[in-house]
């Protein structure tokens, strides 16, 4: 926990110093899931929950970029298969606590504002870079890892108040280590030659998560009030919007 609040702090500090007016900020809870070398996953003992929250600058009402970070369990039971294949020892299972952080930039398909009555709602696409870290076992030995990863989703989200707004959102994380599960390349052998046949790397391996949840989000600075949505055909360089207070 303390870890994120860590994060949050600094990610508000920078928007803040960008000396730009329009911030959200976001509290994020929902469930977390796996998808990876392991086979015939019981759905019910791979969801876990998860929570976390975001700090989102807006450039418009079309475009944002949102620091987010997401903490909580991510674990499968099931089976694999592995090398050489033999059903009676093919059952595994994992549990760890994952950190995802990313930075993604927010497209909103319609216009929207928190708090704005002219925008009430709007479906959105994200997408971007970021890491987790986490804790693995290899080979009987503990470790600290920390992938980049890349993440992408879409949502819903709508205003309930002049600063309020709530949302509804799905995402994966492509992961760039192989390593969430326990399960490092299972596949891979030595053949007769004595030569080790590997069918994972860093940029090819099974690891994926997956997030869905709620946020329930805050106008923490609400400073597009003199953004004009009805923008003049000239100015349809400025990404549809317009203020009309700005000097040229």
């Known amino acids: 926990m303390k870890q994120l609040l860590v994060l949050f702090l600094v990610g508000f500090l920078a928007v803040k110093a960008l000396a730009q007016p329009s911030v959200d900020i976001g509290l994020f809870g ?16 791979s969801l876990n ?29 099931g089976e694999f298969d592995f090398q050489p294949l033999n059903p009676a020892n093919n059952y595994w299972n994992f549990n760890k606590n ?4 990313s930075l ?17 709602w709007s479906t959105y696409l994200a997408g971007g870079v970021g890491v987790q870290t986490y804790q693995y076992i290899a080979n ?39 390593k969430l599960d326990n399960l490092d390349d299972p596949l891979s052998y030595v053949n007769a030659d004595e ?8 940029l090819h391996n099974n690891d994926w998560t997956s997030y869905v949840g709620i946020h329930l989000v805050y106008k923490l600075i609400y400073g597009n009030k003199d953004w ?6 000239d100015r349809v360089i400025d990404w549809g919007i317009w203020n009309k207070d700005r000097k040229e």
């Open 104 to 120: 993604q930039f927010e497209f909103n398909y319609l216009k929207y504002i928190v708090g704005d009555k002219e925008t009430p």
């Open 49 to 77: 929950p998860a929570y976390g929250g975001f700090i989102r600058f807006n450039f418009n009402p079309r475009y944002a970029l949102r620091f987010n970070a997401i903490n909580g369990s991510i674990g499968a039971e």
């Open 98 to 101: 994952v950190l995802d952080i």
């Open 30 to 45: 929902g469930a977390g899931t796996y998808f990876g070398d392991m086979t015939k996953i019981e759905l019910t003992k």
């Open 228 to 233: 004009t949505l009805r923008t003049p055909n």
């Open 140 to 178: 009987g030995i503990e470790g600290s890892e920390i992938s980049p990863t890349i993440p992408f989703g879409l949502g819903f989200k709508f205003n309930l108040s002049k600063r309020w707004g709530i949302g509804l959102e799905g995402g994966l994380r492509k992961s760039f280590s192989d």
């Open 195 to 202: 030569i080790k046949i590997t069918y994972t790397d860093k």
